[in-house]
């Protein structure tokens, strides 16, 4: 289960931008960091003057993560390997995990030199992606990561087949720990979607390339829901001789939209998983003349600085997350406000998140029930503002009826009290059959009540 992938190495290799990697750091700045052209598209330096996501738990599930390279020494913390080999802490000869930590949470080294990521406040939890006979051991490393705290998991992982039930349970559990799983949609330009891009409750991430636009062989489907840079991307990652890669694909727009859940969650611990990423898609923004939701962008490409400082409403726990009876039409942000539960914040110390009764109760109300709930209360009190109204009326028309009837006067000597004796009608009576003067209330068949929401409440 690995993503389509070109990585290779920045040893002499010419960068876009005219500068060449060599041993020695240029006299300015490192000509890795200045190979980062994400930096500036995504203004992380106004990201980070607002947080680094220190205090943040990502898991990155991959083939491994060179915990001793100069830029992620002491970025790292003991993860797993389902085969109990240890290679979640060394990495393959693709340096495919390495360069996806490296984009969360590098801190760099030296002076400006070296891979930065996108929260360097954040810490690493590798876990290898097999098991000791190399099948997939994804679903027990999900599991493993929200058992142990993890707040966002990264999964530059993919496949076209449909997801395996274990897979699906395996996220659901991370969901009902409030762990936010990432993953990206592919790299074949093909759709629809499979595999984890599928399954209920992760955030699907397309790639675009440096100009913003969607990168071609990125993958989408209506799943989508966010975009990142994934063309020309350098990271660490030990590739033939050099300590840094670059490389294409939705596995590391994949793993930028991890770094900026971090800084999110980070800012703030009090929000659920899904209104992370509610924040996340409401302050995305696509091209001009892309008309969101779109199956190539989703609501746009990322915007961490946005999704720290925008005023963006929490909305209910789920957010924009498919649920487990969703669909694509189900699959947008929310824009209703609600109390943000108190789960788990940004340390490393809460285990527990969210009850997984929690994200059920948020699943099965969808947001169509929501509407039709508001628009039938709105009804209702429609209905009895117009009682109120017609029970007034006929109040105030009894009181000038009678205001306007004759005085009976009893004869000398006749009691005062009861009924008079039945009177023949008065020859000039000006009611009876006759209509009532100009200005009295209408009575018997009046205009229909307009209700201002017409049928069905929904509008």
């Not at 020494?73 to 996806?100: I, W, Y």
């Not at 590798?126 to 027990?140: H, R």
């Not at 009804?379 to 005085?407: E, W, Y």
Request: charged share 15%.
């Amino acid at each position: 289960m690995t993503l389509n992938r070109t990585w290779r190495a920045l040893g002499a290799t010419a960068l876009a931008s005219g500068l060449v990697l060599a041993g020695a750091p240029l006299a300015s700045a490192d000509a890795v960091r200045d190979g980062q052209w994400p930096i500036q598209q995504l203004d992380l330096q106004k990201a980070w003057s607002v947080t680094k996501g220190d205090g943040v738990v990502v898991a990155v599930i991959d083939d491994g993560v060179d915990v001793n390279h100069p830029d992620l020494v002491g970025q790292t913390l003991p993860g797993f390997d389902p085969g109990n080999l240890g290679r979640e802490k060394v990495q393959t000869a693709s340096g495919h995990g390495t360069s996806m930590a490296a984009i969360i949470a590098a801190k760099g080294h030296g002076s400006n030199e070296g891979v930065i990521g996108v929260a360097p406040g954040a810490k690493i939890v590798p876990i290898y992606k097999n098991t000791a006979d190399n099948l997939d051991g994804i679903p027990e490393g999900i599991r493993w990561a929200a058992d142990r705290g993890a707040k966002v998991i990264n999964l530059s992982q993919g496949s076209n087949l449909p997801a395996a039930e274990k897979l699906k349970d395996a996220v659901a559990y991370a969901v009902s720990k409030d762990a936010l799983v990432v993953v990206g949609s592919g790299n074949d330009g093909s759709t629809p979607l499979g595999g984890l891009a599928t399954t209920a409750g992760v955030l699907t991430v397309g790639a675009t390339g440096k100009d913003g636009k969607i990168w071609a062989k990125s993958n989408y489907g209506p799943e989508v829901l966010l975009a990142a840079p994934g063309e020309e991307i350098v990271s660490a990652g030990t590739c033939g001789s050099s300590k840094y890669c670059l490389g294409n694909g939705t596995s590391p727009a994949t793993a930028f939209v991890s770094g900026t859940a971090a800084l999110l969650r980070a800012k703030y611990p009090q929000l659920t998983a899904g209104q992370i990423a509610n924040r996340l898609v409401k302050s995305a923004k696509a091209p001009a003349g892309v008309t969101v939701p779109d199956q190539h962008y989703g609501y746009g490409v990322v915007r961490p600085y946005e999704a720290l400082t925008q005023d963006i409403p929490a909305g209910p726990a789920q957010g924009p997350l498919k649920g487990d009876t969703g669909s694509a039409a189900s699959n947008r942000p929310s824009g209703a406000a609600s109390p943000a539960p108190t789960l788990g914040g940004g340390g490393t110390s809460d285990t527990t998140g969210g009850s997984s009764a929690d994200v059920k109760g948020s699943e099965s109300f969808s947001f169509l029930g929501k509407g039709l709930a508001i628009g039938g209360a709105v009804l209702l009190g429609l209905l009895l503002v117009f009682i109120l109204i017609v029970v007034l009326i006929v109040r105030a028309s009894k009181r000038r009826r009678s205001a306007a009837a004759p005085q009976f006067t009893p004869p000398p000597g006749q009691a005062p009290y009861g009924y008079p004796p039945a009177q023949p009608p008065y020859p000039n009576q000006p009611y009876g059959q006759q209509p009532p003067p100009p200005g009295y209330p209408q009575q018997g068949n009046q205009p229909p009540y307009q209700n201002p929401y017409g049928s069905g409440g929904n509008q």
